[in-house]
């Protein structure tokens, strides 16, 4: 018998329950508001194994705030990394593509947009399981023209996707300072009069990719907000969380040095203060840095991930799920991809092609620019307004006759620069143009700097004030 935990008004879990329970289904708890579902983690009263209705706005102010939502359902997955979530929302958040993007990208892809609860809906809901081609309409679907663009031969071998994931490792990562080298099945057949609104206005908010970068810095841990208050108020308007940016970068050609642009990337925003994380699919420069760094070091087999000036990498050889990336807590997640590669798990093209900011790195030189121009004409007028196209060792020249073949598609030549993991301000100032992101002015380094600067500063003066105050004493000799 499945298990069904349901996040709802009073009323809907009660006109809910009875129908579960009649068509065999298990409700194995209940909560009123997401505030209190989430606090329901501490206290054991979340089933992981069970598969949770989650009515959208459930204790959230109207009209809803997407990226509020977001943030929730961040601080959710951080605990049920791989429970079934269903989400009831306002069908006006299907015009949010961003807003969907980033929920598809944390494994939430049941999304019912409906302002209405009806019990057999609610049934064909949880027999019917939806997967990201539910959202191809939405989000675009990947078509023989992108697989064209990555095929040498124009075909590609198309791997299964499978909706099981690997268990989620502990994440633990070394460090090393800079210092010391640092709609749902349709069947509408309604046959109990059990129908309740959810009466809520949602206004879609379309956030721009600048907005994105720019979310406040302050990210707030699953564990610390359950640690620091036994129950959260239910009318705290956020809760907090943070949803990084997600990168796509790949190849046009296959002969393009595309973790150059990467590490280039990655260390420019680090520059910028940011949290950038870059994750390949077994990338022999990744573990050639490890060694790098580490050299003479005992290898610490627990260790997913390392970090070197500022930007983590995940280690070669070690798995990961996008899913479980949406919620690490970094600013950035740069995802290194070879688009021919079969991969066990989401297929390498819609991977790439789901990211907020899918890159193409291709070679600039003008006499490689008619295999180039045939590459960008396999590809429809949307699918190239979208994409970034970097040039490496490119000319004016050639940017010139891209900007007037294919004036929808946006192209920026790739500094020239000793190390990528070392970025100069021209190439940092180009990741701020390329991404749309600012330096930041508060960076956690520099507060607790600042902190014991003002600590010793205090101590300095009190110290001198008990100097001056202290009475002279004179000495009398017999």
């Not at 607790?448 to 008990?466: D, E, K, P, S, T």
Request: hydrophobic share 40%; glycine share 6%.
């Amino acid at each position: 018998m499945k298990k069904v935990h349901l996040v709802c008004s009073p009323e809907l879990i009660l006109l809910i329950t009875k129908t579960l329970e009649s068509e065999g289904f298990v409700v194995s708890g209940h909560h009123q508001t997401i505030h209190k579902f989430i606090n329901g983690f501490r206290s054991k009263e979340v089933d992981p194994s069970a598969i949770i209705v989650m009515q959208g706005g459930a204790g959230l102010t109207v009209p809803i705030n997407s990226e509020e939502l977001l943030g929730l359902m961040v601080l959710i997955r951080k605990h049920l990394k791989r429970t079934r979530l269903i989400v009831q929302l306002d069908e006006l958040l299907q015009e949010d593509t961003e807003f969907i993007r980033s929920m598809v990208n944390m494994g939430i892809h049941d999304l019912q947009f409906t302002q209405n609860f009806y019990s057999d809906e609610i049934i064909n809901w949880l027999k019917k399981k939806k997967s990201t081609r539910d959202f191809y309409d939405v989000l675009g679907k990947q078509k023989p023209s992108l697989q064209g663009l990555f095929s040498k031969k124009g075909e590609i071998k198309n791997n299964e996707v499978s909706d099981t994931s690997p268990p989620p490792q502990a994440v633990e990562v070394k460090s090393l300072s800079k210092a010391s080298i640092s709609k749902n099945q349709t069947t509408q057949t309604v046959k109990k009069q059990t129908q309740v609104s959810t009466k809520s206005t949602v206004k879609p908010q379309q956030r721009s990719i600048q907005a994105r970068s720019l979310v406040s810095e302050e990210i707030v841990e699953l564990d610390e907000v359950i640690e620091e208050s036994p129950m959260i108020s239910t009318n705290q308007s956020s809760v907090g969380g943070h949803i990084p940016l997600i990168i796509g970068i790949s190849g046009v050609g296959g002969d393009e040095d595309v973790g150059a642009a990467a590490f280039l990337i990655a260390a420019g925003l680090a520059e910028l203060g940011w949290k950038p994380l870059v994750c390949g699919d077994d990338r022999a420069e990744i573990s050639s840095l490890e060694d790098m760094v580490f050299s003479g070091e005992k290898e610490d087999a627990s260790s997913k991930m390392f970090e070197y000036e500022g930007v983590t990498f995940i280690r070669r050889g070690y798995t990961w799920d996008i899913s479980e990336l949406m919620t690490s807590g970094f600013s950035h997640i740069i995802l290194w991809l070879d688009i021919q590669q079969i991969r066990k798990e989401t297929n390498g093209i819609e991977l790439w092609w789901n990211t907020q900011i899918p890159i193409l790195v291709a070679n600039g030189a003008m006499w490689k620019y008619e295999l180039l121009k045939e590459k960008l004409e396999t590809l429809t007028d949307y699918e190239r307004k979208r994409c970034k196209l970097l040039l490496e060792n490119g000319h004016q020249e050639v940017k010139k006759k891209l900007k007037n073949d294919f004036p929808e598609i946006y192209t920026s030549l790739i500094p020239n620069h000793h190390d990528p993991l070392y970025p100069d301000k021209s190439a940092v100032d180009w990741v701020m143009n390329l991404l749309t992101v600012e330096k930041k002015l508060l960076r956690k380094p520099v507060i607790l700097w600042g902190i014991a600067g003002v600590i010793v500063f205090i101590a300095l003066i009190l110290f001198a004030i008990g100097i001056a105050t202290v009475p002279d004493s004179s000495i009398t000799l017999p």
